[in-house]
């Protein structure tokens, strides 16, 4: 395309090494490889009749997001994207499942947790998913439950089908621990918040990160009303969850500039989820449940924070824009390294690094330190 816009030609030659002709790329070739555009795919999801499409659908959303990437569009702006995509992949799915399953007249809705809770999927990311409903007036609250998990373990396994595996921890609608009433919801997370135990603070990193995909918004609502309402008149379950969040700390080295030897399976790489931009998603969560802010993205929820708490616009630019770096390194290795049918890792060698990257990063650490040592005054955590 360069040097057909450079010498105002319409045709490129091709040749081999011996410098033999091998074949000739037209200015319609190089569109017709632009053929997979937002709009086309967004058409394909939606007319869907089938998981096998589906699949098809979502391996062109990679492909896009990875043209995006390589365009230079920034990580915040690509994570949104990916995750927009994915939703309506999901709620296709769902769309699917819900001809063999028929909820006519019952309040529920699909949850989204973790990273597509957050708006912040890259491209290697697995389900995290839950249901929450209202039993209507006479109905068998048990009988209901069985049906919703039917449907969600049909839906589970459709969504492993077209792309999104199988959550480890088993953190999905299928599940009967996520497949809930309102009230039950509610209740479970006033007990995590009562009683901030080492298991009850974990699910909180997941949970507490949720939003709506598919069904009665109103439910989700109601959740984070609750949510916040509690989280925010119970100062000691922040305090745990700020000592929680400072037991991992961003990999800056006294002597060298990063520390590598932090996961003893992989020497000599850091971890940039682990030691990067979760340290901002656990920070930026705490100050919007004290906060009262509403929205679930890490970005968001540290610009709506410190306007809140009168944090001053270049510290949390500076705060932001280390997150941003550290998740676009995140995506260029997964697209790197990622091979068809295998998930990329977040498993980075900084030797490997640039040397301005290799600055940029190691103040993008910077920034984690020193928006976690904010948290820890903030919340008078002792080391």
């Known amino acids: 395309m360069l040097a057909m816009a450079t010498h105002g030609i319409r045709h490129v030659l091709v040749t081999d090494h011996a410098g033999c002709l091998s074949g000739v790329v037209s200015e319609r070739d190089l569109f017709a490889l632009q053929r997979v555009g937002l709009r086309q795919i967004r058409q394909a999801i939606e007319a ?42 999901t709620r296709r799915v769902i769309q699917l499942n819900l001809e063999n399953h028929d909820f006519t007249g019952i309040d529920w809705c699909w949850l989204a947790f973790g990273s597509e809770g957050r708006d912040e999927q890259t491209f290697s990311t697995d389900q995290d998913n839950g249901i929450v409903f209202v039993v209507p007036d006479g109905e068998d609250k048990d009988g209901l439950k069985q049906r919703f998990l039917a449907f969600a373990l049909a839906t589970n396994q459709d969504l492993d089908q077209v792309g999104f595996p199988l959550c480890k921890g088993n953190i999905m609608a299928s599940n009967p621990q996520w497949c809930l009433t309102l009230d039950e919801w509610k209740a479970q997370f006033s007990k995590w918040i009562r009683t901030p135990e080492p298991v009850a603070l974990l699910n909180a990193t997941i949970f507490f990160d949720f939003r709506p995909l598919y069904g009665k918004v109103e439910l989700p609502d109601a959740m984070r009303r609750h949510l916040l309402d509690q989280a925010s008149a119970t100062p000691i379950f922040l305090q745990a969850m700020a000592r929680n969040a400072l037991e991992v700390g961003p990999p800056l ?21 682990k030691y990067g931009s979760r340290i901002f998603v656990d920070v930026a969560r705490i100050y919007a449940l004290a906060a009262g802010v509403h929205g679930t993205n890490t970005l968001q929820r540290l610009r709506l924070s410190a306007q809140k708490m009168n944090i001053r616009g270049e510290e949390i630019n500076a705060v932001l824009d ?11 290795h997964q697209y790197l390294e990622g091979e068809p049918g295998r998930q990329g890792d977040n498993l980075i060698d900084p030797e490997k690094l640039n040397e301005l990257d290799r600055r940029i990063l190691k103040e993008s650490f910077r920034q984690a330190r020193k928006i976690q040592s904010r948290l820890k005054l903030d919340y008078q955590v002792n080391n």
């Open 48 to 89: 869907a009749p089938n998981v096998a499409a589906l699949k098809a659908s979502a391996a062109d959303v990679r492909q896009l997001s990875f043209n995006m990437l390589a365009q230079g569009i920034g990580a915040e702006q690509l994570t949104q994207f990916i995750s927009a995509l994915n939703d309506a992949l």
């Open 253 to 273: 080295g006294k002597i060298r500039d990063f520390v590598t030897d932090l996961e003893p399976d992989h020497p000599g790489k850091i971890d940039l989820k």
């Open 322 to 332: 280390g997150l941003n770096f550290i998740q676009l390194l995140r995506l260029q």
